[in-house]
């Protein structure tokens, strides 16, 4: 007798595959995105190297990358210690920043009266360098918290309450006028069709706003401070500890760095709509 024929086992496909195909994704745009940079940055760090080698460069005139990131190691704990202090002034004075440029920008969006009133009062602030008020604070408010709070506040407020009032003046007449026919009232109109159109506008300032914040934060502590990242840098200074110097620099562009994409990342989780205009208005232009 002839034995029936057996079916042929058909290998199974990896299970895996479809599972990894979104973390490939991701893992090509962020080297699109980040790689070019980060060429750039390895490069620059080589040729510093090679120069500050080669030419035999004092380290007290230009210390090598290699020499600071031994410095990031040997003192990680005082850096601790003065990166603690900056980051609380950095995100207590831009919440301060936040909460008073968000009430005043709808302020002034909502009343020409007050646009007039306190619009140039805004616009004006930024004319007088931070630099110079900031000692007038160590006398008013003393050497504490306050003064740099209030110096992170004044440097990041105003690209907040420009961008927000821009946001708000920028809704569809044509939606605001639907409401009004179907007997909405001016603050259902401000909620429902003004709120929503500013969040971008509000965004695209907080990340400026978080960018200069961290620049307050360091003038603030140049002038008058007995912590923090600024003032680490003053003390290093004179004793020609300059590879400490730019150690704390490293710090403060890694600091403004995160706090930067951290808001991005925020963004995205409150506006994920817009995102998704903006992606489909991308894919329409490149068809």
Not at 95 to 106: I, R
Not at 218 to 246: D, H, N
Request: with cysteine.
């Amino acid at each position: 007798m002839s034995t029936p024929d057996r079916a042929t086992p058909v290998a199974a496909q990896p299970a895996m595959a479809p599972r990894a195909a979104p973390y490939i994704g991701c893992l090509r745009r962020l080297t699109g995105s980040w790689g070019p940079a980060t060429l750039i940055v390895l490069v620059l760090l080589g040729v510093w190297e090679g120069y500050v080698r080669l030419w035999t460069v004092p380290k007290w005139l230009l210390p090598a990358p290699s020499v600071i990131a031994m410095t990031l190691v040997v003192s990680r704990e005082l850096l601790l210690d003065h990166t603690l202090v900056t980051f609380v002034e950095v995100v207590v004075g831009f919440g301060l920043s936040l909460l008073c440029g968000v009430l005043l920008a709808c302020g002034i969006a909502a009343s020409r009266t007050l646009e007039r009133a306190l619009y140039p009062f805004v616009i004006a602030s930024q004319m007088v360098p931070i630099i110079v008020i900031a000692p007038l604070l160590l006398i008013w408010v003393g050497y504490g918290l306050a003064p740099k709070v209030i110096v992170v506040a004044l440097t990041a407020f105003f690209p907040i309450v420009v961008n927000m009032v821009d946001g708000l003046r920028s809704v569809d007449p044509d939606a605001v006028n639907l409401l009004r026919t179907m007997g909405a009232s001016r603050w259902q109109i401000f909620v429902k069709v003004q709120v929503p159109t500013s969040l971008p506008f509000l965004f695209s300032g907080l990340r400026v706003a978080m960018a200069v914040s961290v620049i307050g934060a360091v003038i603030g502590e140049w002038v008058g401070s007995s912590q923090g990242l600024g003032y680490l840098m003053i003390r290093s200074k004179p004793q020609f500890l300059t590879e400490r110097v730019f150690a704390a620099i490293v710090i403060l562009s890694v600091l403004g760095t995160a706090l930067f994409i951290l808001v991005g990342v925020v963004e995205k989780l409150v506006i994920p709509w817009w995102h998704n205009e903006q992606r489909q208005r991308s894919l329409k232009e490149e068809e």
